[in-house]
Structure formats: structure tokens, C-alpha cells
């Protein structure tokens, strides 16, 4: 467009609006060239400034933050910790040990007592069960590895992991049984044993034989009732709170020939059987008469394998159905009896001192000089 004026002028003015033309656009030039100088400077000058701001504001503020040796050790120890294994705290630690010999790898564990009893009761008792009952079953278990101890003196003696003597699992093998329950149970578990550590119960200032079972069908067993053996301490007792419990009540079918294989006796298939039974004081079957040939209801309960011996028996074509009360073989302290009367209220030492007649609870201290050696 400015062409197109210049050559108009031209024509007007001739050879001097070509010359003036010329020198416009040499000074432009030249005026262009310098601003874009200048405009470029003050960039330079102005990201210049923004990085040193960056250098002495910023910089000290990241060395401050960043972690020294020792702290970093820290964190690390920190990280550490929360991998490593749970362990039971020292409470749980005592002066002598418990061997227990394992079932599946044949090999030997020696524990500290109180670990040991905390094995005990989380292997023989839910965890879901009052407080007070889990007291109960800790005082219980290390009376029942005590009094072993005792009685056995001079003696290399190991502990089984069975009902033989008491179950027991170690804490590797609760934590993969608890999965994520595994905390709380731990927590509680051991408040029962911390709470009652170094008790145990005593009848004549002599450790008992506390045994226990699941659950009672009303009524405990006296124990020369199932093993011949008189203890003052263990007599019959009425245990009502199990009646409503899961597996009360529970039936059991076995086939004509699986009860004569069993009980060795000769039974004829689909002939009606001549069955005589004889009951304890607590309803639990004391003998069971098959044809000519007699058992005691301790025998039958366990060639059968029978919830209890609190059972009858219906013969049905070639079938014998046994229904049986209970869980257990009902002598001493029903676990779930337990449990009922800590639900009413019942402390531990009055749920024992029920179950165990004429006993007192006592500090294990009293028999350091029997256990030392141990």
C-alpha cells in the first residue's frame, strides 16, 4: 500500500520521494533492529532475576528439609518395625520353661510358661468368650502343666500338643488360624493370662488335676464316673447354660457292620439288637449291654467317636442312630458353662471354685522350690 503512495508521489515530485521513500525504511530499520535489542535484554535480565529469587529463597529451604544420616536410619527402623513379626510381650515370659513335643515335625519346643499357657487357652477356648471365662481356662491350664511337673519330679518331662495332655499351637500357627482376627484375639487372650499370671488351683495345698471340657448335657461328671478314680475335687455338678448352644444336640448314623467292626461284637444285619443301658447321677450312660457282651459308656463313646456319653440309641433297618448331649467327656470345668456364668457376672475365681469343688487359689510362688528345677 505504501508502495503504491510512494509511486503516486513520484510521479508528482519525481526522483526525491524515491530518495525519501529509501531513507524512511533505512531508519525503520535501524529502529526495529534496536528495540528488538533492547526487548531481548530485558528478557535476559528478567529470567536472570527469577532464578536467582529461586537460588536464595528455595534452595536453603530444601537443604533444611532434606533428612540427615541419622534420621534416615530412623525411618528406616521405623519401616522395619512394622514388617517384623508380632511377638509376645515380656509379661508373658517366666523363670522356667514347658517342653512340648510337636505332633507333625517330631520335634521339641521349649516355652516359657506363661507363652505356653496363652497357647493353651487360645487352642482350647474361643476367643470370643467372656473375659472372665478366658481367666478361668488360663488359671486352669497352668495348673493342669504345674501339677504334671510336680508329679512327675526328676523327670524329663514333655508335653504333648494333643487333648493327651493340652492343645497347643504356637503363634505362627495362631496368626494363619486367626488371619485377620489374629490382633484382637492375641490382645485378649493375653489380658487373661497376664491378669491371673502364677495362679493356679490347689486342694489341700496341693495343685489339682483341673480337667475341662466343651460342654456339660446339664450336668458335670464325677470323675470315678468315667475314670474309676475318686477326687474329692471333682464331683457332679448342675451346668445349665450350655441348653441352648449350637451342638447341644447332635445325631450320629452308623451302619450295622461299622458298629460291630467297632465294638468287635457280632451283630447280625437287619436283626433287631438287645440293647440294656445303665446311667450315672448326671444321665450319662455308665454301661451299655449289646447282646451278651458289655461296655462302659466311656468305651463306646470312644470307639465311636461320640460327641458324649450322654447318648441313645435307635435301631433303624441296618442302622444304629446315636443322639447324643454335650460335648465332651464331662468331668471338671464345662468350657462353655464357663462362659454362661461369666455372661451373669461370674469372676473366673467363682466359676472355678464351682466347677472344682473345695479348692482355693493360690500363687504359684508357693511352689518355686518344687518348680525350680524344672
Not at 497357647?119 to 473375659?131: D, H, N, Q
Not at 493342669?144 to 500357627?173: A, S, W
Not at 497376664?194 to 475341662?212: G, L, M, R, V
Not at 478314680?229 to 448342675?238: A, D, T
Request: net charge negative; aromatic share 10%; hydrophobic share 35%.
Amino acid at each position: 500500500m505504501k508502495l503504491i503512495v510512494y509511486i503516486m508521489i513520484e510521479r508528482r515530485l519525481g526522483g526525491r520521494a524515491i530518495f525519501y521513500y529509501k531513507h524512511k525504511r533505512k531508519i525503520s530499520n535501524k529502529f526495529y533492529k534496536k528495540n528488538k535489542l533492547n526487548s531481548v535484554n530485558w528478557k535476559i535480565i528478567m529470567w536472570g532475576t527469577t532464578l536467582l529469587l529461586f537460588l536464595i529463597v528455595c534452595v536453603p529451604t530444601l537443604v533444611v528439609m532434606l533428612p540427615k544420616k541419622s534420621n534416615l536410619d530412623s525411618i528406616n527402623e521405623s519401616v522395619q518395625e512394622t514388617f517384623k513379626p508380632a511377638s509376645l510381650p515380656d509379661e508373658l515370659t517366666s523363670t522356667f520353661e514347658v517342653s512340648v513335643k510337636r505332633t507333625k515335625s517330631n520335634e521339641i519346643e521349649n516355652v516359657p510358661l506363661e507363652k505356653y499357657v496363652y497357647s493353651v487357652v487360645a487352642s482350647e477356648m474361643p476367643a470370643s468368650f467372656e473375659l472372665e471365662a478366658l481367666k478361668a481356662q488360663a488359671v486352669a491350664a497352668r495348673t493342669y502343666v504345674v501339677q504334671h511337673l510336680i508329679q512327675h519330679d526328676g523327670e524329663n518331662v514333655v508335653m504333648t500338643d494333643t487333648t493327651e495332655h493340652q492343645v497347643y499351637k504356637n503363634d505362627d500357627e495362631l496368626k494363619e488360624i486367626w488371619g485377620q482376627d489374629y490382633e484382637w484375639k492375641k490382645e485378649k487372650i493375653q489380658e487373661a493370662v497376664t491378669e491371673t499370671a502364677n495362679k493356679i488351683i490347689t486342694h489341700k495345698d496341693s495343685p489339682i488335676t483341673p480337667t475341662f471340657f466343651s460342654m456339660s448335657n446339664g450336668f458335670t461328671e464325677n470323675a470315678e464316673d468315667y475314670w474309676g478314680n475318686e477326687l474329692p475335687y471333682l464331683k457332679s455338678v448342675e451346668s445349665k447354660w450350655e441348653e441352648g448352644e449350637p451342638g447341644f444336640v447332635e445325631q450320629k448314623i452308623l451302619s450295622t457292620e461299622e458298629v460291630a467292626n467297632k465294638l468287635n461284637v457280632p451283630i447280625a444285619s437287619n436283626t433287631e439288637v438287645s440293647m440294656g443301658i445303665e446311667r450315672t447321677d448326671s444321665q450319662r450312660v455308665r454301661n451299655l449291654k449289646i447282646n451278651d457282651t458289655m461296655f462302659t459308656g466311656r468305651e463306646v463313646r470312644e470307639k465311636l467317636d461320640l460327641r458324649s456319653n450322654d447318648f441313645t440309641i435307635e435301631q433303624k433297618n441296618d442302622h444304629f442312630i446315636f443322639t447324643t448331649k454335650g460335648y465332651g467327656h464331662g468331668v471338671g470345668m464345662s468350657q462353655y458353662g464357663a462362659n454362661g456364668m461369666a455372661k451373669e457376672g461370674k469372676s473366673f475365681d467363682e466359676i472355678l471354685q464351682y466347677y472344682y469343688q473345695g479348692i482355693q487359689i493360690q500363687n504359684m510362688d508357693d511352689f518355686g522350690s518344687l518348680l525350680v528345677s524344672k
